[in-house]
Each structure stands twice: as C-alpha cells, then as structure tokens.
C-alpha cells in the first residue's frame, strides 16, 4: 500500500553576511587593577573601577582612544604589573577568544629586538589562529631630565633603523597618550578602514597631553616632529595656518619598495583576506566546487562579493576599494582537489600632498 509523504530539505550555501574584527581593539599595558584578566569596555566604562585610580599607562591611553574614537567605543584590555610579559597576554587573549583588529601595547619598546618580537607575534597569531592582526606599540617619549632633543633623536633612529616589521606600527609617546589617541582615530566612526589616520576632515586630536620639553627646556618643534615621521614613526602632526592637532600617516615597518608602508593599504587586503577565507572554508570538499564552466561562473560570483560590498560608498565615504569587475578573480585547478583562487583589489586615491597655484588675470 503506498503512504504519502513530503519533505523539505534546507541548504546552507553561505550567503549570509561574515561578521568581521575591524576597528576592535585590545589593549595591553600596565595598571595596578585586575591584572592578567582580559577587561571589556565601552564608552561608559568606569577606567578607576577597571584599571585603578593611579593614571597607569594602560588607563591614560585607553581614556584617549574612548574621547578620540567616539561614542560607540568598544575594546579589550589586559591590564598587567609592571614588566609584566605583554607577549604571553596577547596569547592570553587569543586563547580567551578575543579576535581583534589591533593590539595595541602601551609599555614602551626598548630595542629593536622588541619590535621584531611584536611582529613576530602577529604572524605566529596568523599561523595558528588565521587571525589578521595590526601592533602598535608605544616608544619612549623624551627623558626631560636627562635628555636633549639630539640625544632623543640618535636614540629615536637607533631604535627603528632597519626595522622590517609590517604588521607593526610604533607611536613615540612624547605627550604621554598619542598611541590612545592614534587607536581612537583608527576605529572612529567618521572614518573607514581604508581612511589614512591624517584625515583632517574626522577633526583634531582630542585630549592631547602637555607639550614635551628636553633637558634644557627647548620644547617639541614642528620639524622635530617630521624628523620622526621620516624615521618611519607614526606622530602627531600640525598644519601652519590651520587650528589643532592631527596625525601623520600610519606608518608601518614595511621593507623599502613594500605594498604596505601605510597602515590603509594593510587593513583593506586584511578585511578582503578575513571574509574570502571563510568563504573558502565553506567550500572544503564541496563539489559545486569544480571545473566545470558554471560551476566557475558560480565560485566567481561567490568569491567576488566581499570585494563588491567593500567597493560599495557614499559620496561622504567612498568605498574601501575601487569598483572590480571579472578581471579581479582568477580561478586555476592546480589538481583534481587542489584550487588556487587569485584576486587583486585597488585602493582609491588619496590626496596627502596638495597643491594649489594661482595667477593673477589682469585682462
């Protein structure tokens, strides 16, 4: 005797939209409270009740980053004791799953072996984890009372020369918070990942601490500053004529000739990188996964669509990345179970440096 019977079967063929890391932060630094436990704030945090009432390194660039990045200010932090390992917590907060964008590490670097080590750091945290991670990391600001502005700056270009390190950023702390404030700047919602740091147009620093002075009591110059910046440091900068501080690009330690000497360039293949390797974890062993014409058709259209919505803007906020089309995407069966799938992305430009001249019509 035949029986009816009906059955609805629903596919996962991830269409969904991938929840990304970019503009979350982890700050790592010394404070006397709640050391060596991983801290969630937002911008009503309470900073004495979580890191203590003393203005600890952690506290004064944590509170900088909350008034730079606006109200919607998120992050982690670890607070540790003083020559507390900043290396094991960050793979204390890889553990605890915390998945940021940047760490950044407020106890100032002392050699170039240390910046060598946060860069390592960052790509042991890509190899085990698949985690895209940027450092920051504080430099020492001037020793006023022992230290002349050309003592600093031979110390200054000792400490980065020959640094290749791209994951890593270094922030001299010469007003004691710049490093909180680049982060807040970095997450802000007036600006895009693919936003350099400089952009005027998201306002000055907010909360910048006192001018710094050396040993004979010569104060910080503008072209001091642009002397750090050439060593490959990322600092405050100022604009003759116009009211406020800002920054300077957000220089990385990349090698001479590198694709990534500014922090834009890096963030905008890391966030294209974070989505498609999802998107190809979902296609292990998938056979609509093949050679044939449509099946290539379909993995080109899949494959495409981080790279579409991240080239999608405003007139406020362009995309992060220039329109791309099916020249973007190369497709290539390298075996019968091996695929290898090849994208290039453009990043919009980006005036830095900008001219203007003027004649005089007398006609």
């Not at 220039?322 to 190369?330: A, P, S």
């Amino acid at each position: 005797m035949a029986y009816g019977e009906a059955e609805v079967t629903v596919d996962n063929k991830g269409n969904g939209t991938i929840e990304g890391v970019e503009d979350t932060l982890l700050f790592i630094g010394q404070a006397p409270s709640n050391q060596n436990t991983v801290c969630k704030l937002d911008s009503g945090t309470d900073l004495d009740d979580m890191f203590g009432e003393d203005n600890s390194v952690l506290k004064t660039n944590v509170k900088a980053a909350m008034l730079n990045a606006g109200p919607n200010f998120t992050a982690s932090a670890i607070p540790l004791a003083n020559g507390g390992d900043w290396l094991a917590a960050a793979e204390l907060a890889m553990d605890e799953d915390v998945s940021p964008e940047f760490i950044v590490v407020t106890s100032p670097v002392g050699t170039k072996v240390d910046i060598e080590a946060a860069h390592a750091m960052a790509v042991n945290i890509l190899n085990r984890h698949k985690r895209r991670v940027v450092i920051c990391i504080a430099a020492p600001g001037i020793d006023s009372g022992l230290e002349t502005w050309a003592s600093y700056f031979t110390a200054m270009n000792t400490l980065i020369d020959g640094a290749a390190a791209a994951r890593v950023l270094v922030v001299p702390q010469l007003h004691g918070n710049e490093l909180g404030i680049l982060a807040g700047r970095l997450v802000s919602d007036k600006a895009t990942i693919a936003d350099t740091p400089m952009r005027v147009e998201t306002g000055p620093a907010v909360g910048l601490g006192p001018v710094p002075v050396d040993s004979t009591g010569a104060k910080l110059t503008l072209a001091q500053i642009h002397a750090l910046g050439d060593m490959r440091y990322t600092t405050i900068d100022r604009h003759e004529g116009y009211i406020g501080t800002y920054f300077s690009d957000g220089n990385m330690l990349d090698v001479p000739g590198g694709d990534f000497a500014v922090i834009e360039h890096l963030r905008i293949v890391d966030k294209a990188a974070r989505q498609i390797l999802i998107l190809a974890t979902s296609d292990i062993g998938s056979r609509r996964l093949n050679s044939s014409p449509d099946a290539m058709a379909n993995a080109k259209t899949k494959y495409m669509a981080p790279l579409r919505e991240m080239a999608t803007g405003t007139l406020e906020h362009p995309g992060d990345i220039k329109k791309v089309t099916g020249d973007n995407i190369e497709i290539i069966w390298k075996s019968k179970t091996e695929v290898h799938i090849y994208f290039t992305l453009t990043p919009l430009n980006s005036a830095k440096t900008i001219g203007a001249r003027i004649a005089l019509n007398l006609q």
